[in-house]
């Protein structure tokens, strides 16, 4: 069998790269920098167009904007970025509330963070999605072990904010995500991916001091994982609504295939 050489594979890998860049791309950050302005225009106060250069911050949101431009699907955006946008605003809130993390204004949740949430959730969208064909069939056995063993270890980081009924709640879904039906090759990509993100989330955010985590680690590494075991529950959720989506169309056109009229037969001839 010949093998593969390390030219060619990096010139197919390139390939695929530039193959998810198109026309929507030009669509996609166009709405991506009008909801950067929107989010300038309310929190003013986020950007300092004063403060030295920062290379970590303006290297992760480089790479998220330009992830974001790649493999556009309008549809399958718009859930995923709303799931995120929901299930930030949740975890932000569980945490905060919980005292597992603060913010240096001290608001629980910060609105300001939320939209960061719907950018972060597509960019690991968009890097599972490169990374899943990579992936082997072992992938699929291994992914639920590992993701059911980082929820054990992340409710132990966790216990201190025990028994808040928010943290109780968060542990129940943390069990309930890895064993509920989905593609064990993806959510093995979107915890790799997620996670990778989050290293450079969580270094920026705890080295500013932008939050605090209860251990005052910077970061913690149970913190850089989460950003991968959320990227599953996001998908868990979009894929449920997905599926909602899929039948209401499926529904709808079988009515309007029973209310269009019929073709009247052809008179037969004398």
């Known amino acids: 069998m010949p093998r593969t050489s390390a030219h060619g ?4 890998v390139l390939k695929r790269l530039l193959d998810g860049y198109d026309r929507r791309s030009l669509a996609s950050l166009g709405v991506l920098f009008g909801g950067y302005f929107l989010v300038w225009l309310r ?3 986020l950007v300092d167009l004063h403060a030295p250069f920062d290379p970590l911050l303006v290297l992760t949101w480089g790479f998220m904007t ?9 549809r399958r955006d718009v859930v995923r970025a709303l799931v995120g946008l929901a299930g930030g605003l949740c975890i932000e809130g569980w945490g905060t509330i919980a005292k597992l993390w603060t913010y240096w204004t001290h608001e629980r949740p910060p609105l300001w963070i939320i939209p960061a949430w719907a ?15 990579s992936l082997g069939p072992a992938s ?10 980082f929820a054990a270890w992340f409710a132990w980081f966790a216990r201190g904010s025990l028994p808040h009924p928010a943290t109780l709640a968060a542990f129940g879904a943390m069990v ?16 790799v991916g997620g996670s990778a993100l989050g290293i450079c989330l969580e270094t920026w955010g705890t080295t500013h001091y932008v939050w605090v985590y209860v251990t005052k680690e910077t970061p913690p590494l149970e913190a850089v994982l989460a950003h991968g075991f959320a990227a599953v ?3 868990r959720a979009a894929g449920l609504i997905d599926r909602a989506l899929d039948a209401m169309a499926a529904r709808h056109k079988n009515e309007a295939s029973k209310t269009r009229p019929r073709a009247s037969a052809p008179a037969a001839a004398d």
């Open 233 to 235: 529950a996001f998908q």
């Open 43 to 45: 929190f003013p106060w």
């Open 119 to 133: 950018v972060a959730g597509l960019a690991i969208d968009r890097i599972a999605r490169f990374l899943r064909p």
């Open 66 to 74: 330009a992830a974001l431009a790649w493999g556009v699907s309008p």
């Open 9 to 12: 594979t990096l010139g197919a």
């Open 176 to 191: 309930a995500v890895p064993l509920l039906p989905g593609n064990r090759r993806e959510d093995l990509a979107l915890f």
């Open 140 to 149: 699929e056995r291994m992914a639920t072990p590992i993701l059911l063993a």
